[in-house]
């Protein structure tokens, strides 16, 4: 959802030259001073939008059916965005921009494609159309009150419907592997476990495992300079040594950058350890492969209230008060059984947690 | 209209966490459908051509590219992408441009 698919780059290169073209044409018509600026606005983002649709033709080429929707939708949009002194403008507009909203997320719904950032865009510049589209213009007689209720109600619903629908196929159908897990980016690495691979991971979870274990008394951890982040009603919390994130130690089993710790009733039980890398960006050394590998967590909404997460919204947006950002890429080692996602996981498996926290 | 939708949105997607423990996260979540609110009527008082709306949406579309500018220069890991460029910066930026109108038109 946050990526570029790289067949639809073209589409957003297309609808960024339409814009100075959209403006130049709209300038060199007489006829602009008859409408009001919301049918202006409303005309340019159709052409931006119908010139992404076309732009998207060269790389769909061998999908017939995409291709001529998108041709079809495309064309229509750059008619309707030269006629908007036409009569029937404003309803022919806002069925067309309903309908290509609407099919595309019945589209995506159905699986035939993954939403992307060129995708989304679109969809805002629609949204956004159909909100100037449906503006009741001065000295218009009739019908005020139905675009008046259709700006404040049908807008607000289809926005929320888009970016719920558009949300939930991207976490229960991710783009790509490296994204399988919502909000972190995993590292590229071979798909079939080689047996060195599998030793190395071996050992390092032998070695990780065996340096952190007096860190099951959490008083040392916190003598060593470990603190714990984040709200404590959580099932576990990372405690962080920031010297050590400082220090910037690539994946040492003797120094690593996290520890993780169930809060149980008994008080903090140690779940595992996290290394973490100093840039965003820079994945660690991946000895075990597909076992080892890496994550990143991006697009998500921080706030230093209570050090607390949430994911960025397909439009990009956080909460008041939290911030977007993306962490280095980390590794965790659990050394308590994660029968879910094995020792390297992204995440401990809750009910381990729950269990522990049962003992 | 559209900012206070995208708000809306935000507050909403703040509550699901809310719900799996993050207390702040609900505090967050409320704070953001208000602005989400605030927006709206704002929307509305320029609708109506009201001067003192049209000052807070000045106010509040400054602070949000402002504040948006900043997190996109600063290397915290910010998405860049098209789509928070354009609900970041383009969207406050166009709705100053679209208010830019004479004093006199505003009561």
């Known amino acids: 959802m946050f990526n570029i698919a790289t067949d639809h780059a073209i589409g957003l290169y297309a609808g960024l030259l339409a814009l100075p073209l959209a403006l130049i044409a709209i300038r060199l018509r007489p006829a602009r001073r ?54 029937w403008w404003r309803s022919a507009s806002a069925s067309l921009l309903a309908a290509t909203l609407l099919g595309y997320l019945v589209y995506i719904a159905a699986g035939f494609d993954s939403p992307d950032q060129v995708a989304v865009a679109t969809k805002l510049l629609e949204l956004t159309a159909l909100g100037l589209v449906l503006v009741p213009v001065r000295g218009e007689l009739g019908r005020r009150m139905w675009r008046w ?110 520890l993780v710790y169930a809060n149980t009733k008994h008080g903090p039980v140690l779940l595992g350890a996290m290394f973490q890398m100093k840039r965003i960006g820079q994945f660690g050394p991946d000895p075990g492969g597909p076992l080892t590998a890496w994550h990143q967590h ?32 980390m590794l965790h080692v659990w050394i308590v059984d994660n029968p879910k996602g094995g020792p390297f996981a992204v995440d401990i498996d809750e009910g381990v947690v729950k269990s522990i926290d049962r003992l | 209209m559209m900012q206070s939708m995208l708000w809306a949105i935000a507050g909403l997607s703040a509550i699901p966490f809310a719900l799996a423990g993050e207390v702040f996260m609900l505090g967050l979540g409320l704070a953001s459908l208000l602005l989400a609110l605030a927006t709206c009527l704002l929307a509305i008082g320029v609708l109506w051509r009201r001067s003192r709306a049209r000052r807070w ?20 890991g910010a998405n860049h992408g098209p789509v928070s460029l354009m609900t970041n910066l383009a969207l406050p930026i166009a709705v100053v441009l679209l208010l830019r109108k004479p004093r006199e038109a505003y009561s």
């Open chain 1, 34 to 87: 008859l409408v009001p600026g919301t049918v202006l606005g409303a005309s340019v983002l159709m052409a931006m939008s119908g010139a992404i649709h076309l732009g998207l033709i060269t790389t769909h080429r061998d999908e017939p059916i995409t291709a001529l929707l998108f041709l079809l939708n495309g064309v229509a949009y750059i008619l309707l965005s030269l006629a908007f002194t036409w009569r």
């Open chain 2, 57 to 76: 949406v000045f106010a509040l579309e400054i602070t949000c590219f402002v504040g948006s500018l900043l997190l996109l220069l600063v290397p915290i």
């Open chain 1, 298 to 329: 991006e697009n998500i909404c921080f706030t230093p209230f209570g050090f607390e997460f949430s994911l960025m919204t397909p439009f990009a947006n956080c909460p008041l008060g939290s911030i977007d950002i993306s962490a280095p890429p």
């Open chain 1, 149 to 258: 209720a259709s700006l404040a109600v049908a807008l607000p619903l289809l926005t929320l419907v888009t970016g719920s629908t558009v949300w939930i196929v991207d976490l229960a159908r991710p783009a790509d592997a490296q994204h399988a897990h919502a909000g972190a980016l995993l590292q590229a690495t071979n798909e079939v476990v080689t047996p060195e691979q599998e030793a190395a991971a071996a050992q390092l979870y032998a070695e990780t495992k065996a340096a952190i274990l007096p860190y099951q008394d959490s008083r040392k951890a916190f003598a060593d300079g470990y603190r714990p982040g984040g709200p404590s009603n959580m099932p576990s919390s990372h405690w962080m040594n920031q010297a050590y994130v400082d220090a910037g130690y690539v994946m040492d089993p003797h120094r690593p950058q996290g």
